[in-house]
């Protein structure tokens, strides 16, 4: 079965220090794999994706990720958090089959201090 | 430019009552998939629908159906509403079903509390 694991809760940095938010992921195949960020009552918002190419993914706001295969991972990270950063982030990966569907991981709530 | 519309933004129902969640696409995408997020919870797939017609189900309750209409807007309708039903309700678009490299792009959602 396809799932997404992003193994903590809340992710607290001080602003303008680097910041990762895990995930690890479990999928048959090749996978494709998704950051979306969620501001409160706000929807999901698209990050970055990853398909093909090059492990490092750039995407908005100035956000990457590294995809590891051997680690079946794929982190978010930022060189430099800014407070407006702050927000719940969803790692997910897209089920390879007819429909596409999006598997969400439990998500992670970054705070950034000033 | 054009984003997934959700109506209405916020709900209130009683208990056993029935409602109605509306979503319009982005022009020219035929896809549509329908998430429900629990406080504090992940966001969980529902079901979705490719031109018109179903095409994937997911933890979708038997007292839910959903359809997709000619114009590709969707409707996500509850009936025998329960307490638990309360969360937020996302719509999402994409291009394409087919094309698994395709960002969804998500709705403002509809925040449904049952009392």
């Known amino acids: 079965a396809q799932s997404v694991a992003q193994p903590e809760d809340q992710v607290n940095v001080a602003e303008g220090n680097p910041l990762t938010v895990k995930c690890t992921y479990s999928?048959?195949?090749?996978?494709?794999l998704f950051w979306y960020v969620q501001y409160p009552n706000r929807g999901l918002q698209f990050l970055l994706k990853y398909i093909t190419g090059d492990n490092l993914v750039k995407g908005s706001y100035g956000f990457e990720a590294e995809f590891n295969k051997s680690q079946t991972s794929f982190h978010l990270k930022k060189p430099s958090a800014l407070v407006s950063d702050s927000a719940l982030y969803f790692c997910a990966v897209r089920v390879p089959s007819n429909t596409g569907k999006l598997i969400f991981g439990q998500g992670t709530t970054l705070q950034v201090k000033p | 430019a054009a984003g997934v519309i959700q109506s209405p933004r916020h709900l209130i129902k009683e208990k056993r009552e029935t409602a109605t969640l509306k979503c319009y696409p982005i022009p020219r995408h035929d896809t549509v998939y329908w998430y429900q997020q629990g406080p504090g919870q992940d966001p969980q797939f529902l079901i979705s629908?490719?031109?018109?017609?179903?095409?994937d189900k997911g933890s979708i309750p038997d007292r839910f159906s959903a359809q997709q209409f000619s114009d590709y807007h969707s409707e996500l309708n509850m009936s025998s509403l329960e307490l638990g039903d309360s969360a937020l309700y996302f719509c999402a678009s994409s291009p394409t079903n087919r094309g698994l490299t395709e960002k969804l792009f998500f709705g403002s959602g509809t925040q449904l509390s049952v009392l």
């Open positions: 999928v048959s195949g090749n996978p494709y």
């Open positions: 629908f490719y031109e018109k017609m179903q095409s």
